[in-house]
């Protein structure tokens, strides 16, 4: 199959630009040469892939991933999260800078790209991490080559915590770069921890405590006060994994994505689970900021549909199951679903109004928009050939054996969706079909159209 030049896909149902239509797609060097309502096959000289009944998409494009390297590749690694990635039709990323070390100078930076170049399946990006006192270094990041610049203003795996108002205040105001944060108000945090552990004692903390802790109120009162000082100083900020009803109302959904400068991001574990779901998972849902009741799961749920949410992604987080089985106030935070997640958001399409060109346009469209990616995201003539297929009917059982992640555990264990990712391209090469990975590691650095 591979000694023809490039790949010829048939009949397809195409997912793109807000619609559905049955075309014919012809990848050449790399890139999408031709759409058409029909392309003659017996004058091109590729591989026919025949794809009537199924959905193609774009590839999926997740812009919060944490793949564990340097410093913690016994939870996961570069290599094995990527392949993961392309196993659920996502095809670039964008890691995270609480790694150890910390990426937050520029040399440590490209440490990351060097090794995502030799290793890594899918495209790939890395945010800059901020600290208290790195402002220079993060004024020195270049907005064509560097997803974002990443604030912590709640704790999290890594330690990064950047809590002086002076220095946040310098950094929305003085860095011309893509901000992004997460948000929790760590006061809010200690004492509700501290107000439960004098009720309950640590050792009779459960990780149902977990959204008390962690509570909406601590969620808010950060988001609000970052998205006022971004108003104030007309910084470009995105805020990660919102998880609360009450959030919701600090964005607008009337306006263009284009034309936005604050933006929002949910993430498929808070729009999949509620806290009924600790009682039978337990630290497997233990995520920071927490999942939350079924009210905020659904109020984010419809923040999708009016456009108050803007994208999709997982916040990917391997951690061994050992380390998850720990008690609660042992345990660390966050876990693995980007082999899931595009398979995840379809099955909740059978679940409400949403649709999978909804679907398209939150996990690769408005990732594309949001953070300006050049020639992704989209299925155009010119585009870099990020090519996902889906069977709309044929069932994906969540088994062990099955996990490409390193940790080799799922939140979703034992679920069944009813759709499989038969086929994943990256850059025009077929890297993932039918359960295999196929031929050699493909991805890209990402470039952003960014003056």
């Known amino acids: 199959m591979n000694k023809l030049s490039g790949y010829l896909i048939k009949n397809a149902s195409l997912v793109n630009d807000g619609q559905i239509k049955e075309c014919d797609l012809l990848i050449k060097n790399g890139h999408i040469e031709r759409i058409d309502s029909s392309i003659n096959q017996d004058k091109i000289q590729a591989n026919i892939i025949e794809a009537k009944g199924s959905y193609v998409l774009p590839g999926v494009i997740d812009s919060q991933v944490h793949f564990r390297e340097p410093g913690l590749i016994h939870k996961g690694d570069i290599k094995t999260e990527s392949m993961a990635a392309i196993a659920g039709g996502v095809t670039s990323y964008i890691d995270q800078p609480n790694t150890i070390p910390s990426a937050i100078t520029i040399l440590e930076l490209e440490k990351k790209y060097l090794r995502a170049s030799k290793v890594s399946w899918a495209n790939y990006s890395f945010n800059l991490g901020a600290t208290n006192d790195n402002l220079e270094e993060l004024k020195r990041a270049s907005k064509e080559n560097i997803a974002g610049i990443k604030i912590f203003m709640g704790s999290s795996t890594g330690n990064m915590l950047v809590d002086n108002q002076k220095s946040i205040e310098r950094i929305f105001s003085e860095v011309d770069h893509q901000l992004i944060a997460h948000c929790e108000d760590e006061q809010t945090i200690k004492k509700n921890l501290e107000d439960l552990i004098k009720k309950k004692g640590e050792r009779g903390l459960l990780a149902s405590d977990h959204p008390i802790i962690r509570s909406s109120e601590g969620c808010y009162l950060s988001s609000s006060k970052a998205i006022n000082l971004a108003k104030k100083t007309g910084a470009r900020f995105h805020v990660y994994h919102v998880s ?9 959904g009337s306006i263009p994505l284009k034309e936005k400068r604050i933006t929002s991001e949910a993430c498929v574990h808070h729009l999949w689970f509620c806290d009924e779901d600790y009682k039978s998972l337990g630290n497997k849902i233990k995520w920071n900021p ?11 749920r419809r923040g999708l549909l ?16 050992e380390e998850k089985l720990r008690p609660y106030s042992k345990a660390p935070a966050g876990g693995p679903s980007i082999q899931y997640s595009l398979l995840a958001m379809i099955e909740m399409t059978k679940q409400s109004n ?3 060109t909804k679907v398209v ?9 949001l953070f300006r990616i050049n020639k992704r995201g989209y299925l155009r003539e010119g585009y870099h050939a990020d090519i996902v297929i889906v069977d709309p009917i044929k069932n994906t059982v969540v088994e062990e054996k099955k996990i490409l992640s390193k940790c080799s555990w799922s939140p979703f264990e034992n679920q069944t969706f009813g759709s499989n990712i038969t086929h994943t391209f990256v850059n ?6 039918n359960g295999k990975i ?11 159209l960014r003056k």
């Open 428 to 433: 025009g090469v077929l890297n993932y079909q």
């Open 361 to 369: 346009q939150l996990m690769c469209h408005n990732q594309a928009d």
């Open 354 to 356: 949403m649709d999978i």
């Open 244 to 252: 609360t009803a009450i959030e919701l109302d600090l964005f607008d």
């Open 438 to 448: 196929l031929g050699d590691t493909n991805g890209h650095r990402l470039q952003f």
């Open 306 to 321: 009016d456009g108050r949410i803007d994208v999709v992604s997982t916040d990917h987080a391997p951690h061994t199951l």
């Open 290 to 300: 927490a999942v939350k009741t079924g009210l905020d799961r659904a109020a984010l």
